[in-house]
Each structure stands twice: as structure tokens, then as C-alpha cells.
């Protein structure tokens, strides 16, 4: 069973600013714009592009990303308001069911598609590929997803936003503002 953290997580809100970490290899790309047809595809919450509202969380994905040049974070405006008029999809808890999504996106054997625009929730253990194939390699059930559950439901700290529709980038409902060096929020990384 999950934590007792992990269960009581709320994510009810995400914040008008948020992160995305990358490395240096990547900042000519993003500042011209997000391309979501070459985001990764068998994530959490589908293809797209994933944002968190925690700037330490970003600053370690982005270490973890970085093999050459710098870890980077960007940082993203998001017009709530305007973002509020598309078809969007929150998990407010990590529950069962939030890990039936995560599953049926990341699954080889029970992928499935959604149409949302966005959405936001907790993060599933990234180390889950192995996982997935061994679930992959049986039959689909309650237990099944419920054992899934029991091994992805770790990080009571940590969310994110994924982002499906193009539009959003390409209208500036979401849009870069700024970029820091990994763990540094006062450094402007400048290429």
C-alpha cells in the first residue's frame, strides 16, 4: 500500500508558473518553440510535454537528463484562464485509478489513447519499464492494476502538468518566460 504521504497528496491546483527541466542541448529548440510531435511517447499522462509547479523537482529531472552541455530549467507562464476553456484532466489524488492511466499510456500491450488537452497529477516511479513489461505479459485485472498501484505511488512530493495541444503553445496560453541553471532560480542561463 502506498504511504500515508502519498495518499493524503492533494493536486487540486497547478501555478501560473511552472518548470520544465532539459539540458543545454535543447534550449535553442524550446525557446523557439514546443514541438509536442517530438515529446517521448509512453509517459505518465501520454505523449506530451510536462511541466511541474516544483523547481527542484525540474532542476533533477534535468541532472537526470544531462549527459552533455548544462541541466537547464525553463520556466513557463500559463494563462489560467485561458487554459480553463480547454479540456483538461486532474487527478486530484494518486488513486487506482491514476495508476490505471498511468499504465494504459506507458503499456505496450494495453495502450490506450485520451483526447485531453492537459493533465495534471501526481508522478508515477520513473524506473517502471521493466514493470510494465511484466504486466504486459499478463492477463489485465483488478489485482493487477492494484499491484501496479502498489509500486508506482512513491513521490508525495512531486507532480506535473503534461500538455497535449499544440494550440496551447502556438497561442501562448503557455509560453516561455525564463531559463536557470538547474538548482540555481537566480541564475539566467543566457546562451
Known sequence: MPTAKVLSKSFTQFNKIMYHGTNSAHYKSLISGV??????????FGQGFYLTTNFNQASKHA????????????EF????????KFQGKIFPRMT?????????NRSFQNF????YDFVFGGVADGQIEDLIDQIDALPLSGAIIDYFYEKIANYA??????VHN???FDKEI??????????NKGKEYLE
Do not use: M
Open 174 to 183: 503557455i509560453r516561455v518566460t525564463n531559463v536557470f541553471e538547474a538548482h
Open 96 to 104: 487506482r485509478d491514476w495508476a490505471e492511466f498511468v499504465y494504459r
Open 77 to 84: 507562464d500559463l494563462n489560467l484562464s485561458e487554459l480553463k
Open 63 to 74: 541532472e537526470n537528463r544531462t549527459f552533455k552541455g548544462k541541466p537547464l530549467v525553463f
Open 35 to 44: 514541438d509536442l510531435s517530438s515529446c517521448k511517447k509512453r509517459t505518465d
Open 166 to 168: 499544440q494550440l496551447l
Open 112 to 115: 490506450s489513447t485520451h483526447t
Open 157 to 162: 512530493t512531486y507532480d506535473q502538468l503534461s
